[in-house]
């Protein structure tokens, strides 16, 4: 059974920090580029972060978080972190865990068929 599993999340005051993990199991981790979405009520689900498999030598951020968020990999935890400094109100979301999420960011389409159950982060402004 493949599972992705979201933790850290919580509450912070615009400027803070937060480190959210993704740990998998049910796959071969270091073969998936594993990234981040993220989901605000009322508005779409939009791409926020992407590392590339094994080595994680690639990564990719929306315009909107470079500069503030950091993604990193394990592979020997099996698990995707997002590093996430200066929060502002904007990014008060759902943020869920998918692979493989290459196919949006390098071929542009959404091809993500692992998901997790997703955490919520709130920034008060």
């Known amino acids: 059974e493949v599972q992705l599993v979201e933790s850290g999340g919580g509450s912070v005051q615009a400027g803070g920090s937060l480190r959210l993990a993704c740990t998998t199991s049910?796959?071969?981790?270091?073969?998936?580029?594993i990234g981040w979405f993220r989901q605000a009520p009322g508005k779409r689900r939009e791409g926020v972060s992407c590392?590339?498999?094994?080595?994680?030598?690639?990564?990719y951020y929306a315009e909107s978080v470079k500069g503030r968020f950091t993604i990193s990999r394990d592979n020997a935890k099996n698990t995707v972190y997002l590093q996430m400094n200066s929060l502002e109100a904007e990014d008060t979301a759902t943020y869920y865990c998918?692979?493989?999420?290459?196919?949006?960011?390098?071929?542009?389409?959404?091809?993500?068929?692992?998901w997790g159950k997703g955490i919520q982060v709130t920034v008060a402004s």
């Open positions: 998918t692979a493989d999420c290459a196919t949006y960011w390098v071929a542009g389409y959404y091809g993500m068929v692992y």
């Open positions: 049910g796959i071969t981790f270091a073969h998936f580029a």
């Open positions: 590392i590339s498999d094994h080595d994680g030598n690639r990564t």
